[in-house]
């Protein structure tokens, strides 16, 4: 399908972006993660909070095109390609924001001659090129039609999907450092947002191009659809609550800390407007038959549950980081250039703080225009008669 004027010029502003956010990860290549936000307090930032985004919105949609395929369902078989090919471009992305946040990007291949399988992240790593050559398998298969094939890798590609964001909450879950982290339902938060926030995107995806003309699901998927993301939105508020009342109900002294942070802290602005925009006004959206039958309401809806996940991620992050594990002066190292030129007590934290830098920001808008480049390019050549 040819694109009209303004898709190119769509098109063009989202390649000057990328051309600016390379600049931008080649200043930071040439200077050190200095250049950013992060210190010794708070040693993940921006870029690992998209990276847990972007798996999750991956995740969702492969777990919607491999679950056509394993229960049969008829109707949402029609999707399967959009459904992967969403999954591909943020599974791509996610992976890119590690690769950014590594910053000796040249030493990238001392990942495979020293991996060590006992750590979470060796763990991640594995799973996420097995999960990248899955989607890649069932781009193909399904663009020739092979529904055998298909039938047989959606079998693996589900637990796999589930798997790859299980694998990114132990990463966090496993740490016993950070108490915030600690949890054992950790991974059921993660996949529960992946669902909601994966779901949410294709929904975004499919008005997309059914406007484009590319493709129509039809209404009747399309409620089915959005009924089924308020389903997957009612799932993730009964995990956050359990997370919440796992925590509150002990109130010792670090969990009234965090709790603290969390509602009425740094983090309060993110995780209230999670719970409210990002939970709340989307599953009442969502929650009528006449309102799913709205394009723009479920548009809303799915808008709202992608920013709420986003938010939590943040929330989550940056709310363990607010609390050092180490207990009187001097405490942590920042690890900034003004540490570095500094003396005496002003170079070290017992509360970690972050904001991110122009340098982070063109970063990331870098990958985003990435990704919804990739996904309107896959869709105009792959999205077709062979595919619907």
Known sequence: MRLSTTSKVGLGILVVLMAAGFCAYAYQLMNGLVVTGMSNGVSWGLYITCFMFFVGLSAGGLIVASSAHVFRIESFKKVAMPAVITSTACICCAGAFILIDLGGIQRIWRMFVGLNLTSPLAWDMIVITTYLAINVLDIVWLRKGDERKVQILSYIALPVAI?????????????????????????????????DSGLALLLCVLVGIKKAGVFDAGEKLFSDLGRLLATFIAVDAFFIGCELLTVAYPSTAGAIELLSIMTSGATAPFFWFEIIV?????????????????EALTIVAGICVMTGVFCKRVWLLFSSFAITNVYGA?????????????????????????????????????????????????????????TA
């Open 330 to 386: 001097p405490g942590i190292a920042y690890g900034s250039t003004i540490a570095r030129d500094s003396s005496g007590a002003g170079m070290w934290a017992l509360v970690g703080s972050y904001t991110p830098t122009a340098i982070e920001l063109l970063i990331v808008v870098a990958v985003v225009s990435f990704c919804i480049l990739a996904i309107v390019l896959m869709s105009n050549k792959l999205i077709g008669p062979e």
């Open 278 to 294: 990002g939970l709340l006004i989307p599953f009442v959206l969502l929650a009528s038959s006449r309102r799913r039958q709205s």
């Open 163 to 195: 798997l790859v964001h299980s694998v990114t909450a132990w990463i966090f879950g496993l740490e016993i450092a950070k108490e915030g982290w600690y949890s054992a339902i950790m991974a059921p938060i993660f996949v529960a947002s992946a669902m």
